[in-house]
């Protein structure tokens, strides 16, 4: 079956710091990928997407790169800000949607001024 | 206009009661979902549907049901809550197909007693 795994955290940076947040995926497919972001109390919106072997999803200064040979869609952002304190997942689609979106377990991102 | 709405946004309740969260979506997408996010925050696909099809995670248990009563509502109803269905419930919808982007309603926090 499909699955997907990303870095626990919680992650805890300094505003404008570099940030890596590692995802890797198992799937039986060629899936889309996703990165969707939850600020607290509120529900999920999509970050960025990518939906084939090296598409680059982009959005808001953060970046991720569809990497079939190594199975990954890591996300990246150059300098993070406060208001970037929030959850990320990495989630995956395959057979068309039909069976809804798997999601890694999400990283909790802090980030401290 | 919001796109994907559920109500209510919290729901306190007994155990063995039966209760309902509503969605609709004013997005004229195809398909739409049923996910639930456990106190560690991990998101799992409970149901997709649409006009054709309902596609159901075999881990959920019976007494849980969507109701469909036109394209743009998907309700779920809970009969005979226990414990251990306390989570946020978060609908979604999408206009199905490959790339499958979800937009996600603000979620309903369940707290059963």
């Known amino acids: 079956g499909n699955s997907v795994t990303q870095m626990e955290g919680p992650v805890t940076l300094s505003e404008e710091a570099f940030l890596t947040i590692n995802c890797t995926y198992t799937?039986?497919?060629?899936?889309?990928l996703f990165w969707y972001v939850q600020y607290p109390g509120e529900g999920l919106q999509l970050l960025l997407k990518?939906?084939?072997?090296?598409d680059k999803g982009s959005n808001k200064g953060f970046e991720a790169t569809y990497r079939k040979e190594t199975t990954s869609f890591h996300l990246e952002k150059g300098s993070v800000q406060v208001s970037d304190s929030a959850v990320y997942f990495c989630?995956?689609?395959?057979?068309?949607?039909?069976?809804?979106?798997?999601f890694g377990k999400g990283t909790h991102l802090i980030i401290q001024p | 206009d919001t796109a994907v709405s559920q109500t209510p946004k919290y729901l306190v309740t007994q155990m063995g009661n039966d209760k309902s969260i509503k969605c609709e979506q004013n997005?004229?997408?195809?398909?739409m979902y049923w996910y639930k996010q456990d106190s560690k925050k991990f998101l799992k696909i409970m149901f997709s549907?649409?006009?054709?099809?309902?596609?159901i995670n075999e881990t959920v248990p019976n007494r849980f049901s969507p109701k469909s009563p036109d394209k743009a509502h998907l309700n779920l109803h809970i009969n005979s809550l226990e414990l251990g269905d306390s989570a946020v419930y978060f609908c979604?919808?999408?206009?199905?197909?490959?790339?499958?982007?979800?937009?996600f309603g603000p979620g309903t926090r369940l707290t059963v007693l």
């Open positions: 979604a919808s999408s206009r199905g197909g490959l790339y499958n982007e979800q937009f």
């Open positions: 799937a039986t497919g060629y899936p889309s």
């Open positions: 990518a939906t084939k072997a090296d």
């Open positions: 989630a995956l689609s395959d057979l068309g949607g039909a069976d809804g979106l798997t």
């Open positions: 997005l004229g997408h195809d398909t």
């Open positions: 549907y649409n006009n054709k099809e309902l596609i």
